[in-house]
Nanobody
Framework: QVQLVESGGGLVQAGGSLRLSCTAS????????MGWYRQAPGKQRELVAT???????TYADSLKGRFTISRDNAKNTVYLQMNSLKPEDTAVYYC???????????????WGQGTQVTVSS
């Protein structure tokens, strides 16, 4: 099994910044694409950004320029730097990772428990 633990969420004023972290642990053979998604109250979960093991990134069009995703493969950790935050960025942010476990040898998709980000106006 693979566990994803997020940290770094919280309350911030509009215009502020936050940095989210997500570390993967468990019986990991290899980690592949990692990413961040978010879900605001009453809305569907949506893509924020993804990053491959080779650090190729994709972003939701509306977030380009404000959010930056990065990863440290040695630490099995993915980061999300969020700048110029807006009240509409308020959501639960979920970490996602594709991983091959030692036991199964198969690629599965895993989710973290989520971290709340609240941006006040």
């Amino acid at each position: 099994q693979v566990q994803l633990v997020e940290s770094g969420g919280g309350l911030v004023q509009a215009g502020g910044s936050l940095r989210l972290s997500c570390t993967a642990s468990g019986s990991i053979f290899s980690l592949h694409t990692m990413g961040w998604y978010r879900q605001a109250p009453g809305k569907q979960r949506e893509l924020v950004a993804t990053i491959t093991r080779a650090s190729t990134t994709t972003y939701a069009d509306s977030l380009k320029g404000r959010f930056t995703i990065s990863r440290d493969n040695a630490k099995n950790t993915v980061y999300l730097q969020m700048n110029s935050l807006k009240p509409e960025d308020t959501a639960v942010y979920y970490c996602n990772a594709e991983a091959v476990t030692v036991r199964s040898g198969l690629l599965y998709n895993y989710w973290g428990q989520g971290t709340q980000v609240t941006v006040s106006s």
